[in-house]
């Protein structure tokens, strides 16, 4: 079965039913007025006067009004005609339903979710999801509340993504949910809106609010975070020392300053990697003797 998608309904504007309905309730009393004086054959007034207030009343009570970023959803006996998105007074076909669906943008926070990254840590994720409605069409008929049917996708959204990224990553090259936190959001707009397409709903912007390690592995994770950024911390320092040896050593070569032989060069290396890749200030001691 296809999909039903929203089409614009037959409406015009309300001011000119008012003023042709009250015409006509107005003209019903003026020739109810007029039975008195035709007892003799009051059968036309009366149906007259009848069919003029019939036809007020229903030009009147199709009358409506759509605020701004609103739209009315028309259904006759069971059937969908249309939707009106023009804001206004508005009037339509009286005998049709007339559905209020609300176009602004809305947000929503979800439940805080325990799941476990791909890593296997369990963490706790929640997410602000800001949607609106696109097709009333497909809001209002091809799922059952198009409110809670995003809610739950969402949720099943955000608990997908949490288990497909690490919670933290020390390799820039690895997204992660702490540390690539637009990538992550792009990722779960693409997701949620690949689930909710269906309801005519759009995902507009979707951002992780809450984020952390559950309580029974907090104290652990944290002091397994900090020990991981100090190894990745100590295997930069330790790169770039090495880099600096290397270049002094190949400008000392170059420049023909000193000529090093190999047990000197050994020695040079060892000190200059303790100065460069010690916590603390290094204390040079000054030789006053010779070289060797």
């Not at 091809?142 to 390799?171: C, G, K, T, W």
């Not at 930069?236 to 300053?257: C, H, N, P, T, Y």
Request: with cysteine; hydrophobic share 50%; charged share 20%.
């Amino acid at each position: 079965m296809a999909a039903m998608k929203e089409r614009l309904a037959i409406s015009s504007s309300g001011w000119l039913a008012i003023i042709f309905g009250i015409g006509a309730l107005v003209a019903s009393a003026v020739v109810f007025s007029l039975i008195r004086e035709h007892q003799q054959a009051p059968g036309p007034y009366v149906g007259g006067g009848i069919a003029l207030l019939v036809t007020g009343f229903v030009l009147l009570s199709g009358n409506f009004v759509v605020g701004p970023n609103e739209a009315r959803v028309l259904t006759f006996f069971g059937r969908y005609t249309g939707t009106v998105r023009d804001p206004g007074l508005r009037w339509a076909n009286p005998f049709t339903t007339k559905r209020e669906v609300s176009l602004r943008a809305r947000n929503f926070e979800t439940a805080k979710i325990k799941v476990n990254d791909i890593e296997g840590n369990p963490i706790e994720i929640a997410a602000v999801v800001v949607w609106r409605v696109v097709d009333t069409a497909q809001a209002m008929f091809e799922v059952e509340n198009f409110q809670q049917y995003v809610h739950i996708q969402a949720e099943a959204a955000v608990r997908n993504l949490a288990m497909h990224h690490p919670y933290d990553s020390h390799d820039d090259k690895v997204v992660s949910l702490r540390g690539q936190s637009d990538l992550v959001a792009a990722q779960l707009v693409k997701e949620i809106n690949d689930k909710v397409k269906a309801a005519g709903v759009e995902v507009i912007d979707a951002r992780i609010a809450h984020l952390a390690y559950a309580q029974e592995i907090a104290q652990a994770m944290l002091q397994r975070q900090q020990a991981g950024a100090i190894i990745a911390a100590r295997t930069r320092i330790v790169e770039g020392a090495v880099s600096m040896v290397e270049m002094a050593l190949d400008q000392l070569s170059k420049r023909g300053i000193v000529e090093l032989d190999a047990e000197r060069k050994a020695a040079m290396v060892s000190n200059l990697l303790v100065v460069l890749c010690g916590e603390r200030g290094s204390q040079p001691v000054v030789n006053t003797g010779s070289l060797y």
